[in-house]
């Protein structure tokens, strides 16, 4: 059973900035950020793979950075120039066998998620 603890969460300013990070409790080969607004459907935000490859979401690409320390197993996402539609709970999610990078809800493994919210 892989761990997944998110953190990194806050308040912040529209135009402003935060950094997630999500560590394992072990190496998982997929990772990705998924979030959740109020009333809305969780979707997927960003993914990687072993090798580095990653998976933006249109809508924040451009101003989303996904990386993954695969020695340290901690999977981070840089969040540049955010807006209030950006709020939500952000889910870390990680998978041995789905194809990867993947911004489905197939991950078997969930954080409890970190709370993002921008004002205007």
């Known amino acids: 059973q892989v761990q997944l603890e998110e953190s990194g969460g806050g308040s912040v300013q529209a135009a402003g900035s935060l950094n997630l990070s999500c560590a394992a409790s072990?190496?998982?080969?997929?990772m990705g950020w998924f979030r959740q607004a109020p009333g809305k459907e969780r979707e997927g935000v960003a993914s990687?793979?072993?090798?580095?490859?990653?998976y933006i979401a249109d809508s924040v690409k451009g101003r989303f950075t996904i990386s993954k320390d695969n020695n340290k197993n901690i999977l981070s996402l840089e969040m540049n120039n955010l807006q209030p539609e950006d709020s939500g709970l952000y889910y870390c999610a990680a998978d041995y066998s789905i194809w990867c990078p993947d911004l489905g809800l197939r991950y078997k493994y969930w954080g409890q998620g970190t709370r993002v919210t921008v004002s205007s």
């Open positions: 072990e190496y998982v080969r997929c």
């Open positions: 990687i793979n072993q090798f580095g490859t990653p």
